[in-house]
Nanobody
């Protein structure tokens, strides 16, 4: 019931910045978490950053201090500001949404992904 559309991916030089955005449409749950995962070639998908509707955040250790997640609950959007980008940040970035209304279990949704390439 939730569709996610990402934007903002592309090419950037090492040390540069990029901003990703994701818009969710459809059902909005009373309690939810939105954020980003990424997957590089030959690697497992990993968490990048998430933010709950209550404002709590979770960041991967590798991006702390460089990436900042934000969201607009009214518009049901989430953004990821990526600074000081490194070649190892190169991956497909996927928008993520998880929500529920008690007493239901969590429901998870994924965007189609947007490519981020960091290279000189």
């Amino acid at each position: 019931q939730v569709q996610l559309v990402e934007s903002g991916g592309g090419l950037v030089r090492p040390g540069g910045s990029l901003r990703l955005s994701c818009a969710a449409s459809g059902r909005r749950f009373s309690i939810d978490i939105m954020g980003w995962y990424r997957q590089a070639p030959d690697k497992q998908r990993e968490l990048v950053a998430t933010m709950s509707s209550g404002g709590g955040t979770d960041y991967a250790d590798s991006v702390k201090g460089r990436f900042t997640i934000s969201r607009d609950n009214a518009k049901n959007t989430v953004s990821l500001q990526m600074n000081s980008l490194k070649p190892e940040d190169t991956a497909v970035y996927y928008c993520y949404y998880k929500g529920r209304e008690m007493p239901t279990p969590w429901y998870e949704y994924w965007g189609q992904g947007t490519q981020v390439t960091v290279s000189s």
